[in-house]
Structures are given as structure tokens and as C-alpha cells.
């Protein structure tokens, strides 16, 4: 009886987490209007609160809003912000194969000496 409790908690465990977004998520779903109200002079403290309203224990800090929306608009500039945007991006490892420097000479570390007369 045991394991089928345990079994049904943890099925009910995963489904809550399914249910709700995390706040990055949230913020890329509410972009738009966040920007519209930071566009008219809200503050991001005000922006914040507003945002956090019914969130209870996970409430963003400021610092955490700033972050994620500097992540969320770096993605819609096509930047660094999610790691989507960063694997469309960036080059794989193999197109980072570099020319290997050419091997100095030791022509490269003396100076010629005058010709004799």
C-alpha cells in the first residue's frame, strides 16, 4: 500500500510542476505589456510588485527580475539570453577549428648582420 502512495504523491508532484511556469517563463509570456509599462515610466520596482502579485514563496527579487528580463530581451535581439538563442547562434565546436600559428624560424629572433665591404 505503501508504494502506490508514494507513487501517487510523487505523480501529483510532477503534474503541479507541469502546471505552473517558472517566472522567466511568465516574463517572456508577459513581455510586451512589461515593456509597455517600463515604456511609460513604471518603475522595475513597480513593474515587480505588480508582477509578483499572487506569486506567494516564489515572488522574484529585483535582482532576479532584472536578470531574467535582461536574458529575455537579449533573446529577442537574437543574443546570448536562452540557450536556444545561444545554440542557433553560436558556432559548434567544430567550426571553431583554428589555423595553428606558423612555427617561428630562427630568422624570426636575429637581425641580419651588415654586409661586409
Do not use: C, W, Y
Not at 27 to 55: C, M, P, T
Not at 59 to 87: D, H
Request: no cysteine; aromatic share 4%.
Amino acid at each position: 500500500m505503501e508504494e502506490s502512495d508514494l507513487i501517487s504523491r510523487l505523480r501529483a508532484l510532477s503534474s503541479a510542476g507541469r502546471a505552473r511556469p517558472n517566472q522567466t517563463a511568465r516574463l517572456r509570456e508577459h513581455i510586451k505589456h512589461i515593456e509597455e509599462a517600463l515604456g511609460v515610466g513604471a518603475s522595475l520596482q513597480q513593474v515587480l510588485d505588480e508582477f509578483n502579485v499572487g506569486q506567494g514563496d516564489s515572488a522574484m527579487t529585483l535582482s532576479s527580475f532584472k536578470s531574467a528580463l535582461k536574458r529575455v530581451r537579449e533573446a529577442q535581439r537574437g543574443g546570448k539570453g536562452t540557450r536556444e538563442a545561444r545554440s542557433k547562434g553560436s558556432p559548434s565546436a567544430s567550426e571553431h577549428v583554428a589555423e595553428a600559428p606558423a612555427k617561428p624560424s630562427m630568422a624570426d629572433f636575429f637581425l641580419p648582420r651588415p654586409a661586409k665591404k
